[in-house]
């Protein structure tokens, strides 16, 4: 199973608005709503941001959406703050495997 | 809220095995599914395997198999990996990640446990 393509880096001035791309296929991101996105900081463990395509866990910010066309899903993070500045992960149910894809990982800079 | 406590830092030599274990509290390893996902250093996100609700079976990454092992203590409310046959490139922070039951996503996660594989 490959990984699904992410950019490896994007970056934003504080208060923009920046996306980030999640591209698999018709066996993963294409065929099923079960994208996820995780924020990453420096040594610690990802935390769940946004499940299901576009749907936020309690207490995250609204400021982080998901969306997804075809085999491409993505993340908005709007209104960028420094504290947002972490590496980003997706991930998608497979036809092949359960939960077993995870996207290269982006890494979002707050310039 | 769940919870998820992970076992502490491991230094092994190529060839042995490891056993990471992660505890849960605040719901019991019955209303979860657990998976294991790990982390190579300055490297991405690696699933290694997981519950699947559907058959009631676990299922490993192909790359994994014959090589890990996923067990759970329901009377402890605690789940193990064992990795066998180490070597260097298996030196990794290793999570545990849970959900609910039919859950698609990985919504808590253990604080990882760093296993160094040196000789």
């Known amino acids: 199973q490959s990984a699904l393509t992410q950019p490896a880096s994007v970056s934003g001035s504080p208060g923009q608005s920046i996306t980030i791309s999640c591209t698999g296929t018709?066996?993963?991101?294409?065929?099923?709503?079960?994208v996820s996105w995780y924020q990453q900081h420096p040594g610690k463990a990802p935390k769940l941001m946004i499940y299901?395509?576009?749907n936020r866990p309690s207490g995250v910010s609204n400021r982080f959406s998901g969306s997804k066309s075809g085999n491409t899903a993505s993340l908005t993070i709007s209104g960028l703050q420094a504290e947002d500045e972490a590496d980003y992960y997706c991930?998608?149910?497979?036809?092949?495997?359960?939960?077993?894809?995870f996207g290269t990982g982006t890494k979002v800079t707050v310039l | 809220q769940v919870q998820l406590v992970q076992s502490g830092a491991e230094v092994k030599k190529p060839g042995a095995s490891v056993k990471v274990s992660c505890k849960v509290s605040?719901?019991?390893?019955?209303?979860?599914?657990m998976h294991w996902v790990r982390q190579a250093p300055g490297k991405g996100l690696e699933w290694m395997g997981g519950?699947?609700?559907?058959?009631?079976?676990?299922i490993y990454a192909q790359k994994f198999q014959g090589r890990v092992t996923m067990t759970e203590d329901t009377s402890t409310d605690t789940a193990y990996m064992e990795l066998s046959s180490l070597r260097s490139e298996d030196t990794a922070v290793y999570y545990c990640?849970?959900?609910?039951?039919?859950?698609?996503?990985?919504?808590?996660w253990g604080q990882g446990t760093l296993v160094t594989v040196s000789s």
């Open positions: 990640a849970t959900g609910a039951l039919y859950s698609r996503s990985f919504d808590y």
């Open positions: 605040g719901y019991t390893l019955t209303e979860l599914s």
């Open positions: 519950f699947d609700p559907e058959d009631g079976e676990t």
């Open positions: 018709s066996s993963d991101v294409g065929g099923y709503n079960y």
């Open positions: 299901d395509v576009s």
């Open positions: 991930s998608s149910y497979t036809s092949s495997s359960i939960l077993g894809v």
